[in-house]
């Protein structure tokens, strides 16, 4: 069964901190990678998008990597902010060059709470 | 440019009620989502439109929901003689159409549905 973990499932740190999201995944065949911020009370936003081929990608302060060989990826966070309080959801998609809908495995999110 | 919008923001019905969800996707969006997000839980796709192609209502749970989008743009879900259980939020996604293997969502910030 095609599923995504996520821990911790929650993270409290003081800002200015740095911090490490974890994703394991049991999806295949895999696809691509997505790391996606979700504001209490909105829509998840995204952040990463990481095909098989990419190891790690970028965004400002956020920085993902993922290992395709055990099929784990990680969300780094740089000088955390208050405003990166919020829960970071990893989502897999196990079919190449697919946009259907129901191929994207959601894990349940990591709820990060970043504290002055 | 305007982003995926979803109204209303909050809906709060009674058991056993009909309620209508509507989902105004980013325009030239050829791809449009439905998701249901339960308390603590991760997304559960409901159903997919991609162009003129038949819809994928696989994820739909009952009978009771059901979903069309017109003229390929604006779309609705409805949920039939609403039970306690379908209280939830409920996301809509648009994607554009690209050759790229990994395609974009864009969320929209939900309708919370409470069913009393």
């Known amino acids: 069964k095609n599923q995504v973990e996520q821990s911790p499932q929650s993270l409290i740190i003081l800002e200015g901190k740095n911090c490490t999201l974890q994703c394991n995944y049991t999806v295949s065949p895999f696809s691509n990678l997505r790391w996606y911020k979700q504001d209490t009370g909105r829509g998840p936003v995204s952040l990463t998008i990481?095909?098989?081929?990419?190891n790690t990608k970028s965004n400002g302060r956020y920085t993902a990597t993922l290992d395709a060989d055990t099929k784990q990826s990680s969300l780094h966070i740089t000088a955390s902010q208050l405003s990166d309080s919020a829960s970071y959801i990893c989502v897999v998609s196990p079919t190449v060059g697919d946009n259907y809908g129901q191929n994207f495995v959601f894990g349940p999110g990591t709820r990060l709470s970043v504290l002055p | 440019g305007a982003g995926v919008s979803q109204s209303p923001s909050n809906k709060v019905t009674e058991k056993g009620k009909d309620v209508e969800l509507r989902c105004d996707p980013i325009s030239g969006h050829t791809a449009l989502y439905w998701y249901r997000q339960s308390l603590g839980q991760g997304l559960e796709f409901l159903i997919y439109?991609?162009?003129?192609?038949?819809?994928?209502k696989s994820g739909l749970p009952s009978d009771r929901f059901s979903a069309e989008r017109t003229g390929g743009s604006v779309s609705t879900l409805t949920i039939q003689r609403t039970q306690q259980e379908d209280s939830a939020v409920y996301l809509c996604a648009s994607s554009p159409w690209t050759s790229k293997p990994a395609h974009e969502q864009y969320f929209g910030p939900g309708t919370r549905l409470t069913v009393t």
């Open positions: 439109f991609q162009g003129n192609s038949a819809p994928d």
């Open positions: 990481m095909t098989f081929s990419e």
